[in-house]
């Protein structure tokens, strides 16, 4: 992009950290929501900052293709960055993470005019709810399954964990499922330990499979057995992905976005993550919003990459012939 362009583009995004004033008052609690929920708080602020210094930690960023492992090549199958012409329509995915704690930040997701996924972590005060509205809004709805990292923190309530037998670790998988309602699929909050271990990962997807639920790795683990493991069940899943507010500023989160509307056009689609921070959601608003008729990219619902058909979507499926 030329200069005069990034001057532009900076001037016109300046207004975008500033949340919007109904998004102040919401979290101030003047809605009329009477669901239960905690306010935002320097604490909670600064766990989430925590939880994706975790969930990141094991990310190459940007423009570095996703990470091979030599001796496995099924992974270089889900992974590798087609070299087939570039289609039509790229499309954007984007999922927002960490979803739960505050209603008003979800129901700001839910109102947004293009689709979103919601990653909701389970028993958040908003989470079921949200859930609820979502589904009928036509959002995509996620479980955001919290899974054992290597750091040692919590990953919080319905946490899954190395040390659960085969037993325990169903039960409490089992349960978190059921706690969310109208869930179409999952990805993991951290996990950097956990989706590096095959057989919790069998696990996981043979549940997921039972449901007909798909599966995005967050790769908070570049070792991740996950895409494998959702192979063998058959599980639609997927792991490219690009976060789009590592930094919460406006400038930082068009570079973010400029990288996804780049991998889109490469490979087809691309998916963007982002977290509920005002500023997040200011950007998805103001800015996301033009995507399609500023940069030609379309803005499509995650499980439509599964269905989509274009020869560079190249989703898990059971019948997709991929090496085992
Ligand atoms: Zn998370």
């Known amino acids: 992009m030329r200069p005069a362009r990034i001057l532009l583009l900076a001037s016109l995004l300046a207004g975008c950290d500033t949340p919007e004033p109904s998004l102040q008052r919401d979290e101030a ?66 999922i927002i993470d960490d979803v739960g704690h505050g209603y ?8 947004l005019p293009f689709p979103v996924a919601l990653a909701i972590l389970p028993y958040t005060p908003a989470g079921p ?34 040390h659960m037998d ?13 706690s969310l309602p109208s869930v179409q699929g999952v990805n993991n909050h951290m996990g950097s330990r956990l989706t590096a271990l095959r057989p919790q990962m069998d696990w996981v997807m043979a549940e997921l499979a039972e449901r007909g639920l798909f599966f995005i790795d967050s790769r908070t683990q570049a070792a991740t057995q996950a895409a494998f493991a959702a192979q063998a069940q058959g599980v639609p899943s997927l792991s490219r992905d690009v976060f789009l507010d590592n930094t919460r500023n406006a400038q930082a989160m068009e570079a973010a976005l400029q990288v996804a509307l780049g991998r889109a056009r490469r490979q087809g689609f691309a998916v963007l993550i982002g977290h509920p921070y005002p500023e997040t959601l200011a950007f998805l608003a103001s800015r996301v919003a033009q995507v399609p008729e500023r940069d030609g990219v379309q803005l499509v619902s995650l499980e439509s990459l599964f269905t989509r058909q274009s020869p560079l979507v190249q989703p898990v499926l059971p019948q997709a012939g991929l090496q085992r």
């Open 166 to 178: 085969e037993q325990e670790f169903m039960r409490t998988l089992e349960e978190t499922l059921d």
């Open 29 to 94: 609690g003047a809605g009329n929501a009477p669901a239960p929920r905690l306010a935002a708080t320097p604490e909670r602020d600064r766990q989430r900052v925590e939880w994706i210094r975790l969930e990141h930690a094991g990310w190459r960023q940007v423009e570095a293709p996703a990470p091979v492992i030599s001796d496995t090549p099924a992974i270089a199958d889900i992974s590798a960055t087609p070299s087939e012409p570039i289609p039509a329509a790229p499309a954007l995915a984007i």
């Open 104 to 111: 008003a930040a979800g129901r700001h997701l839910i109102d």
């Open 129 to 162: 709810r949200l859930a609820a509205e979502a589904a009928s809004a036509g959002k995509t709805v996620m479980l955001h399954l919290p899974m054992e990292n290597l750091a040692g923190s919590s990953p919080g309530p319905g946490g899954l964990y190395a």
